[in-house]
């Protein structure tokens, strides 16, 4: 793995600071597996079309593959001054890969032609084509010095993350030969950008992309679309807090806070059924995550801290 960066850090008006910055990383002769024992795809029994009928999937573990990741970051920082501070960052970047997910430190080749490989690098699952994080505090006129209840001191934080993903689009199970097959089948793309304009795609959660764009390879032949080629639905979310100080000794403070986490509650929305030919095709059925409390809907909570 190589990586490299470089940096220009600019003081401006106002006690800011603006840093742009490249990032820059390669890898190569990364881990992967590729099933030797792959099936053809085409009619008959998935045993008859493997090298070796008398076993299944035989996993050949190699250090053939790549990836490259390139980003453009910007960052607008202004210190604590007058009651203000900001913390604003932008990430341009580009992440290709081979297979971004597998066990055992190996990433696994698969829904392709082992005979070529090379259509399998694509958008990795953590590229993140632009995101933006900003936080921001204010220091409320309450306090000590300030206008109103000068007993305590009041603050007040704002976050927000915003960032989109990548999905994937294979061949759902349907019927005939593609019914014992679908996992070896890869989409034939077909027509115009299968992926609708942002506004069409806030608007018709029920169809995030035109399932038409892509056609069947045809019998026994593979298809030649690329991975990863569409973007799922982005992260907007501001998070939001509160709290007051108040002194109890000369040492010692209580701090009272209120914290909300996806404060407007707008819906963060999974990405939609990929595999063609299913019923749910491009539909988006589910927001956030439960059991991993990420991209949720807004939670609310209270706190005391006891500082000394």
Not at 57 to 65: C, I, R, Y
Not at 177 to 195: K, N, T, V
Not at 240 to 261: C, G
Request: glycine share 10%; proline share 4%; net charge positive.
């Amino acid at each position: 793995m190589q990586q490299w960066n470089a940096a220009v850090q600019r003081e401006l008006p106002g006690q800011q600071t603006l840093t742009v910055a490249y990032v820059g990383s390669k890898g190569t002769h990364l881990s992967q597996s590729v099933n030797l024992n792959q099936a053809m795809p085409g009619d008959g029994s998935v045993a008859s079309r493997r090298r070796w009928p008398q076993h299944a999937t035989v996993n050949l573990f190699q250090s053939a593959g790549v990836s490259s990741y390139h980003s453009l970051q910007a960052t607008l920082a202004k210190r604590f001054a007058q009651g203000v501070s900001y913390n604003l960052g932008y990430t341009y970047s580009h992440y290709l890969d081979m297979g971004s997910q597998g066990g055992n430190g190996a990433s696994p080749i698969s829904l392709i032609s082992i005979a070529n490989q090379s259509i399998y690098k694509g958008n990795a699952e953590q590229d993140l084509r632009h995101q933006f994080r900003g936080t921001f505090q204010y220091e409320l006129p309450f306090g000590p010095g300030k206008r109103y209840l000068s007993q305590g001191e009041q603050r007040c934080a704002r976050g927000l993350d915003a960032q989109r993903r990548h999905l994937d689009v294979h061949w759902h199970s349907l019927h005939g030969d593609r019914a014992q097959y679908a996992q070896h089948w890869r989409r034939e793309l077909g027509g115009p950008d299968g992926q609708r304009d942002s506004t069409e795609q806030r608007a018709y959660l029920a169809r995030w992309f035109d399932d038409g764009a892509f056609n069947n390879p045809g019998f026994r032949m593979w298809g030649n679309g690329g991975r990863n080629t569409l973007f799922g639905p982005g992260t907007n979310q501001w998070d939001f807090s509160v709290f007051k100080n108040f002194q109890v000794r000369e040492t010692m403070r209580l701090q009272f806070r209120t914290e909300m986490f996806n404060a407007f509650n707008t819906p963060q929305f999974n990405n939609p059924a990929s595999a063609i030919g299913s019923t749910n095709t491009g539909r988006i059925s589910s927001a956030g995550s439960e059991t991993t409390l990420q991209r949720t809907q807004r939670q609310v909570q209270f706190a005391l801290k006891l500082i000394f």
